[in-house]
């Protein structure tokens, strides 16, 4: 197991700390030896053998946790949320030597995380619990763009869910807005979930009024309030958006129909 704050044995070298599993089991010395060197190969912390624990950074820690939890070959290992005390940059550097290790391995690796983007960074599968209880298992694919309910909807990534009605190829809206060309085996009250990257600004769709607008380089993040009083989300690619709102200003917005989901719950 390797857990949230290192519990690292602060009076043990690195070196100590990794070997610490194995000589609990009473493994020979020479196979000691030759373990302790090839997980700190493995971890890139050779250099770091005879140090202590409080020598170390937070991240250089968490991968002695890691090589010590591996050294005795383990057939499962338990993450409990591992990076969560890291900065947002040492986090991914680790993300990184934790999908490294893994090919390198192939041991099963169960990892406990809150983080979304984690999550969908680090799995080959994701078990997304809701109190307690299991609400969907799938990939990462499955769950962001085939969700099974809106709390998994909600869950991973953002989304924008529009309480709509679908009749004769329409899709009504609360505030009277029918958007054309909706072809849907259902029919009646149902929940819409689209993504915000998938909508757009465009000349005619569900009017709203931009609330904010927020500049991330490589996108612009914008909120509509809607004439229902809901607010959605849009993240509009910077050099792909023809065109560019600001706070305060109509727009409307649309969406593709095929990007559209609806939520089978």
């Keep these: ?34 373990k ?24 250089q820690q ?16 338990l993450m409990d949320e591992p990076l969560s005390a890291l900065d947002k940059k040492l986090r991914e550097d680790i993300q990184g030597e934790i999908k490294r290790i893994h090919a390198e391995t192939g041991v099963t690796i169960i990892y406990v995380t809150h983080d979304q983007e984690e999550a969908l960074r680090l799995s080959d ?4 619990f809701n109190h307690g209880g299991i609400e969907q298992v799938g990939t990462g694919e499955d769950l962001y763009d085939r969700p099974r309910s809106s709390f998994a909807a909600g869950f991973i990534g953002n989304s924008n869910l529009i309480e709509i009605r679908l009749d004769a190829g329409a899709a009504h809206l609360p505030d009277g807005t029918s958007l054309r060309h909706f072809n849907h085996p259902d029919q009646g009250a ?10 757009h600004l465009a000349a005619e769709g569900i009017a709203g009024q931009v609330t904010e607008r927020i500049y991330l380089g ?42 559209a989901y609806i939520i089978p719950e």
Excluded at 125 to 128: D, G, N, S, T
Excluded at 190 to 199: H, I, Q
């Design 36 to 59: 302790v060197a090839q997980m700190l190969e493995l971890v890139h912390l050779t250099p770091m053998r005879a140090r202590k624990p409080a020598q170390l950074s937070g991240g």
């Design 190 to 199: 149902k929940r819409l979930m689209v993504r915000p990257e998938d909508m």
């Design 125 to 128: 599968r994701i078990v997304l």
């Design 62 to 77: 968490q991968r002695v946790a890691l090589a010590r939890a591996l050294a005795y070959d383990p057939q499962i290992l």
């Design 1 to 34: 197991m390797v857990f949230q704050r290192y519990t690292l044995f602060p009076h043990l070298s690195v070196a100590e700390n990794i070997a610490f599993p194995l000589r609990v089991r009473r493994r020979p010395k020479a196979e000691i030896e030759a």
């Design 218 to 259: 490589d996108v612009i993040a914008y909120t509509v309030r809607t004439g229902w009083g809901q607010d959605l989300s849009i993240r509009a690619q910077r050099r792909a958006a023809q065109h560019q709102a600001y706070i305060g200003e109509t727009v409307k917005i649309d969406f593709n129909r095929e990007q």
